[in-house]
């Protein structure tokens, strides 16, 4: 893995970003114990990074700790359910943890070009023309395939598989060549979804 240029620093911003997410009142098991779901995601979020992409720069690591911080304070519920509904909660979500990601690493000693880096990875700017923008959305849809797509199913029974599909298709094109061969081979797909999975990306059930 590639070596942090100040492990303390680094460690102080991991450690504040946790204990953020850590005041997040919906639980979630990971393992035999229940914990605040944002800190359980970032946690899965580092995992994930490392198994995927471990020569991963600082910011980048930074971005995927904090993908998620305080999510919970703006509820999709507060937003239209439409299809600009969803885009404005989305956008409002990125600009609010950049926000907060600002503000604790500058409280840690980044320096303001670090911080404006980091924003724009948790912002996911710059998607396919910045490798490290697209490195964290290679996670974020890896962590979503392992962990959380069984879970969206669960909760939108009125999706069929066609829906299904229009879904994955959308966040097969998000990602890389490299990031589809790891959706394929390295994360553990709910074995239910699997076959739904290949074939809506082209792969053979």
């Avoid at 390295?186 to 290949?198: A, F, G, N, R, S």
């Amino acid at each position: 893995m590639r070596p942090i240029d100040d492990p303390a620093r680094f460690n102080a911003a991991v450690a504040a970003f946790d204990a953020a997410n850590s005041a997040d009142p919906n639980r979630e098991r990971d393992g035999r114990l229940a914990e605040p779901g944002a800190l359980v995601y970032a946690r899965r979020m580092s995992r994930m990074l490392a198994r995927f992409a471990p020569d991963a720069s600082e910011a980048v690591r930074l971005a995927v700790r904090c993908q998620h911080i305080r999510r919970w304070e703006i509820p999709r519920a507060e937003y239209p359910k439409t299809p600009e509904g969803y885009r404005a909660w989305r956008k409002r979500l990125m600009d609010f943890h950049a926000e907060i990601a600002g503000r604790i690493l500058e409280a840690v000693g980044y320096e303001a070009e670090a911080v404006a880096h980091v924003q724009a990875l948790v912002r996911k700017e710059r998607i396919k023309h910045d490798p490290d923008a697209q490195l964290v959305e290679d996670v974020v849809d890896l962590v979503f395939l392992e962990h959380y797509l069984e879970r969206f199913v669960a909760e939108h029974p009125e999706h069929d598989e066609a829906k299904l599909a229009d879904i994955l298709k959308k966040t097969w094109a998000k990602m890389s060549p490299r990031g589809r061969e790891a959706a394929l081979k390295l994360v553990k797909l709910p074995e239910k979804l699997k076959p739904v999975v290949l074939r809506a990306v082209g792969g053979v059930a």
